[in-house]
C-alpha cells in the first residue's frame, strides 16, 4: 500500500473527529479538506469512506463494543482519530467492499501514521476479524439503522407502513441529479451533446431533470462552465413545478439560498417577470447572486434582499405577489443520505423551534400573496410536524387559504399536502403543499 493510501485513511479518520466529536458540519469540513487533494480519485475515496463511517457509524460502533476488549481512549485529539480510523476500516471492508487486503493494510499504516505505531496489532486483528467473521447483530431497529433512536420513534409513529423504508433510503447513496438550464438549453439538446462524447444520462421525472448513468464530476461535464446545466436534486426541482408559475409574474422566494428555485424561478417568469429572492443568511445569499450570473435564466428583475423572511416591514414595497415559494428551514431529515451527518447533529428538541418558525413565516407571508395566488409549502422534512400537520393547523387557522390537490407524482398524498420519500435512484424527501388564497379575500 502506498503511503498516500494510508495518509487518505488518516485524513479520513481526521474529519470524522471533525464531525463527530468535534460537531463541525460534514459539508463544511469536506469544502476545507477537499482542495487540498490533487488526485481526483483520491478525493472521491475520502469522501466515500467518510460517508460510509459516518451512515453506518452507531452499527459500527455497536459491532466494535463487542469485538474490542475495552474502548479506544477517546482522551486527547489523537486518540479520537485513532478510535474513529476503525470506523474508516470497516467502512471500506463492508460498505464500499474495497480489497480486504488492502483496506486493512492501508488502515493499519494510517495508524502508524497517527502515531500509534503500539495499536497497530490491535488495528490488523479486528479489520481481520471484520474480513472473515459474520458481524453481530445489533437487536434494536435505531441501532441496526444507524440512526438516533428519537427519529427511529418518530419515524414509526408518523409513517407505520414507510419508515422502515425511509431508514434505508436515507442508508444509500443519493443519485447525482441535474437540472438543464431550460429554456437556455433543452434537456434533449444537453443529453445529445452529452452522447456524442459517451456520457449517458437518463432523464427524470421534472420537465428538465437528468441523471447521470455513471457518477462523474458535474464541473468536469460539458456546457458546465456556460451555465448549460446545474446540479439539484429532482423532489427539489419538482417544488416550482408543483408552483407553475408563469411568464410575467411577480414572484416571490421567500427562503432562497442558494438559489437553486430561484434560477427556476426566473427560468418561469421570463423577462416580464419579477422575482424577489429573501434569505436571513447573508454568507448563502450571495451564493443566489452567483447562480443568477453563471445560468443567466432570464431577464427578469430580480430582488435579493438579506432579511428575515417574516419580518415582511423590513424587505417588502408593499406590492402584493402573485406566487409565493416559501421552501422553509427544516430538519432536513429527508436529505440524510446526501447529509448523513444530520443524524448525528439534528436533536429532537430542534423540531419544536423549527415547527414555531415555518408557522411564523407562514402567516407572515399569507398576506403578501394576492387573493387568487398560490403560495407553495416545502421542506425536505419527512416529520409529519413539519409537513402535513404543520399545514392543517395553517388551514384550521386561514379560512381563505384552499389547498390544491398536486399529482401521484408529488408523492404520497397526506390529506394536507404530499410527501416524498428518499427514493432509490430517485429523489430526495420533501414534502409540497399547494395553498390558494380565495379570489374573494381581502
Ligand atoms: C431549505 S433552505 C432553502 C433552499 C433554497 N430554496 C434552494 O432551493 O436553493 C432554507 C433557507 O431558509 C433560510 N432561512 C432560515 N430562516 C429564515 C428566515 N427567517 N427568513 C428567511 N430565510 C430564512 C436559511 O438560511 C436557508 O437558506
Given at each position: ?370 387573493p387568487g ?26 379560512p381563505e ?36 388564497k380565495s379570489p374573494s379575500s381581502s
Amino acid at each position: 500500500m502506498t503511503p498516500a493510501g494510508a495518509a487518505l485513511r488518516a485524513e479520513a479518520a481526521r474529519v470524522l473527529v471533525a464531525v463527530l466529536d468535534d460537531g463541525r458540519s460534514l459539508k463544511a469540513v469536506l469544502a476545507e479538506v477537499l482542495p487540498t487533494i490533487a488526485d481526483g480519485r483520491d478525493r472521491g475515496l475520502l469522501e466515500a469512506m467518510v460517508f460510509a463511517a459516518l451512515r453506518f457509524e452507531r452499527r459500527y460502533a455497536f459491532v466494535l463494543n463487542d469485538w474490542l476488549a475495552r474502548p479506544l481512549p477517546m482522551k486527547t485529539s489523537k486518540d479520537r482519530a485513532v478510535a474513529r480510523l476503525l470506523l474508516v476500516g470497516l467502512a471500506q471492508i463492508e460498505a464500499l467492499k474495497l480489497s480486504p487486503h488492502a483496506a486493512v493494510a492501508a488502515t493499519v499504516d494510517a495508524v502508524k501514521l497517527l502515531g500509534r505505531e503500539g495499536l497497530a496489532g490491535l488495528f490488523n486483528a479486528v479489520l481481520r476479524k471484520a474480513t472473515r467473521e459474520v458481524w453481530p447483530v445489533p437487536g434494536d431497529p435505531a441501532t441496526a439503522a444507524s440512526h438516533p433512536a428519537w427519529l427511529v420513534a418518530a419515524l414509526r409513529n408518523d409513517w407505520p407502513e414507510h419508515w422502515q423504508a425511509v431508514l434505508a433510503g436515507n442508508n444509500t447513496e443519493a443519485p447525482l441529479w441535474l437540472r438543464a438550464n431550460a429554456p437556455r438549453v433543452e434537456r434533449d439538446t444537453l443529453m445529445a451533446r452529452w452522447a456524442t462524447e459517451n456520457i449517458e444520462a437518463q432523464s427524470g421525472a421534472a420537465a428538465h431533470s437528468l441523471c447521470l448513468a455513471e457518477r462523474q464530476n458535474p464541473a468536469a461535464l460539458p456546457g458546465f462552465d456556460d451555465g448549460a446545466f446545474s446540479v439539484q436534486d429532482l423532489s427539489a426541482q419538482l417544488a416550482v413545478e408543483a408552483l407553475s408559475p408563469r411568464q410575467g409574474m411577480r414572484v416571490l422566494d421567500a427562503c432562497a439560498a442558494p438559489g437553486g428555485k430561484t434560477v427556476q424561478l426566473c427560468a418561469a417568469v421570463g423577462d416580464s417577470g419579477e422575482v424577489w429572492a429573501i434569505d436571513s443568511e447573508p454568507k448563502r445569499l450571495a451564493r443566489v447572486s452567483a447562480a443568477l450570473r453563471h445560468l443567466a435564466p432570464s431577464a427578469a428583475v430580480v430582488h435579493v434582499r438579506a432579511a428575515d423572511a417574516a419580518d415582511t416591514a423590513r424587505w417588502s414595497d408593499g406590492e402584493r405577489f402573485d406566487a409565493i415559494l416559501l421552501d422553509a428551514p427544516c430538519s432536513a431529515t429527508g436529505i440524510i443520505r446526501r447529509q448523513p451527518d444530520i443524524k448525528v447533529h439534528r436533536q429532537p428538541t430542534d423540531i419544536p423551534v423549527l415547527v414555531a418558525l415555518q408557522r411564523r413565516l407562514l402567516d407572515a407571508l399569507w398576506p403578501l400573496l394576492k387573493p387568487g395566488g398560490r403560495m407553495l409549502y416545502a421542506t425536505c422534512s419527512v416529520l409529519r410536524d413539519e409537513n402535513d400537520r404543520q399545514i392543517s393547523a395553517f388551514l384550521a387557522r386561514t379560512p381563505e387559504a384552499a389547498l390544491q390537490a398536486l399529482p401521484t407524482v408529488f408523492g404520497l398524498n397526506t390529506g394536507a399536502g404530499s410527501q416524498r420519500f428518499p427514493e432509490d435512484g430517485g429523489g430526495d424527501g420533501f414534502f409540497y403543499a399547494l395553498l390558494e388564497k380565495s379570489p374573494s379575500s381581502s
